[in-house]
């Protein structure tokens, strides 16, 4: 199907070496180290999964969009301890989008933003799939609607 898409979750390798600097270290990066303290809440971005209650996640500021772009942009993100980079099947969408307000931001092969549009997470499959539809869509990334943070990215499968 031509507007098949996948979530991808963001490499793992440079964030687990955080795990092993003190609270005093990650302060001075401007990290938080955190325990999750309800399901859902602490979404994280590589393994599109909500953390577990009593896990160890770190709260950082992340370059989500490091394009040459005027929508170059970075925001915060939680990482789970261990967390292994994710893939969705293809087509598919967890609990992790389908529980929440999405913001779903289409941009083309210049990052340009081309699209957007703000859903319940339910629509969020058939929003992606529009964009998709589009020719000059070469990316979409998908934002919590109501903090605003980034999510996921999401490509063509």
Do not use: W
């Amino acid at each position: 199907m031509a507007n098949s898409f996948q979530m991808v979750g963001i490499d793992h390798n440079q964030f687990q070496p955080l795990f092993s600097l003190t609270d005093e270290q990650l302060q001075e990066r401007a990290y938080r180290r955190c325990y999750a303290t309800e399901n859902p809440g602490y979404p994280c971005r590589v393994s599109l999964e909500d953390a577990r209650v009593g896990e160890e996640l770190i709260l950082l500021p992340f370059q989500h969009q490091p394009a040459d772009s005027p929508y170059r942009a970075s925001g915060p993100i939680f990482v789970r301890r261990g967390a292994q980079q994710a893939r969705s099947p293809v087509g598919e969408l967890s609990s992790y989008v389908t529980s929440r307000l999405m913001s779903v931001r289409a941009y083309d092969a210049a990052h340009m933003m081309v699209a957007a549009s703000v859903c319940e997470g339910e629509a969020t499959a058939t929003e992606i799939q529009a964009c998709f539809a589009r020719n000059d869509v070469v990316y979409i990334h998908l934002h919590n609607a109501k903090r605003g943070c980034f999510f996921a990215l999401v490509v063509r499968a």
